[in-house]
């Protein structure tokens, strides 16, 4: 794989993500109250803005074109998932905490080397990804000094015992 010509500025970060919901009520419960994220502003029963920490909005929700819409077919060309980057082991293991409370399934739990991932689905079946970031120093690397991410399990329990309270 060869560089591009024009490579992209590195301080670039892909911002946020706008998702197509069936019922935004329900979709702002969801990412409120199971995520913890702020409704910024609403406009009126058709769009919500929601942030972590007070940003304009790091999540943008819209019935615009699927108010009252089923699932989009999960065998169909579109986001695979949007993921939610926590800054350390600790607050992720506190989402998985609030995930266990609220009885939000898991559809998944990885260790990729270069992070450590929860994946779940929201009420509109749209995929998510909650993960922390491993300090770029350990990172896995082949011989050749290439990254080598891989997919093992995640040890939940390990996880958990980092949130107040420890492993349940």
């Known amino acids: 794989m060869s560089d591009p010509p024009w ?13 197509k919901v069936s019922d935004l009520e329900r979709a702002i419960s ?9 409704v910024m502003q609403r406009m009126g029963d058709s769009a919500a803005f929601l942030s972590a920490g007070g940003y304009h909005h790091h999540l943008g929700l819209n019935t ?16 695979f998932h949007a993921a ?9 293991a506190v989402a998985y905490r609030r995930l266990i409370e609220m009885g939000v ?11 450590e991932a929860l994946y779940l689905r929201d009420p509109d079946d749209n995929g998510l990804e909650l993960y922390w970031d491993r300090p ?14 891989f997919t093992r399990a995640l040890d939940l329990e390990a996880l958990l015992s980092m ?3 420890g492993a349940h």
């Open 7 to 19: 490579p992209i500025n590195p301080g670039v970060v892909v911002g946020h993500v706008h998702l």
């Open 30 to 38: 969801f990412y409120r109250d199971v995520l913890g994220l702020e």
């Open 64 to 79: 615009w074109e699927s108010r009252g819409a089923g699932p989009a077919p999960r065998r169909a060309a579109g986001l």
């Open 84 to 92: 939610f980057l926590y800054p350390t082991r600790e607050a992720l």
């Open 105 to 115: 399934p898991l559809d998944g739990a990885a260790d990729h080397g270069v992070s």
């Open 136 to 149: 770029r120093e350990e990172w896995p690397l082949s011989d050749d000094g290439s990254l080598e991410m």
């Open 163 to 165: 949130a107040p309270g």
